[in-house]
């Protein structure tokens, strides 16, 4: 049940991915990168939640 660092790294990418690119439509980028982060925390949850 353990995951690789690998996958953790993908999920954190996509995470600052998807922050930066809310934050750039918002014109907020500390408040983009924070739903980036609770996004993929909360997705990464569900996955590894799933597995």
Do not use: D, E, Q, Y
């Amino acid at each position: 049940m353990s995951i690789r660092p690998g996958r953790r790294n993908v999920a954190l990418a996509t995470a600052i991915v998807v922050g930066l690119i809310v934050g750039i439509v918002l014109k907020r980028v500390a408040f983009g990168m924070l739903v980036g982060i609770l996004i993929g925390v909360l997705v990464g949850g569900l996955w590894i939640g799933k597995k």
